[in-house]
């Protein structure tokens, strides 16, 4: 189970990676630092602030912050992982992308 801000649950391998790819047109470059891990048994959770740079030659990288909460079912094999951020912030501070869509 995939849970995202602004796609919701996408459960399933295919499913997942086929909204990945479909919500990240127009999108590329992605930025992810780390400022904070914190593991407990299965659980995973990470922190830190995000850009990606649209496919647009005069916009500025596009910043954001986010969470991610992951638990494992062993074997480094994740079953359920949630992406948490301001999806209007993100949506205020990006140019339109033509071809692109936030949710399936």
Not at 51 to 57: A, D, G, I, L
């Amino acid at each position: 189970m995939y849970i995202d801000a602004a796609g919701g649950g996408i459960e399933g391998k295919e499913a997942i990676a086929h909204w990945l790819v479909d919500s990240m047109v127009g999108l590329g470059d992605w930025k992810f630092p780390v400022e904070f891990t914190a593991i407990e048994g299965n659980d995973v959770v990470v922190n830190g602030p995000r850009s990606f740079q649209c496919h647009v030659p005069t916009a500025p990288r596009t910043p954001s912050r986010g969470t991610r909460a992951s638990s494992t079912r062993g074997a480094a094999k994740f079953s359920y992982e949630e992406d948490t951020y301001n999806m209007l912030h993100v949506l205020e501070t990006s140019p339109p992308v033509a071809g692109s869509r936030p949710s399936p």
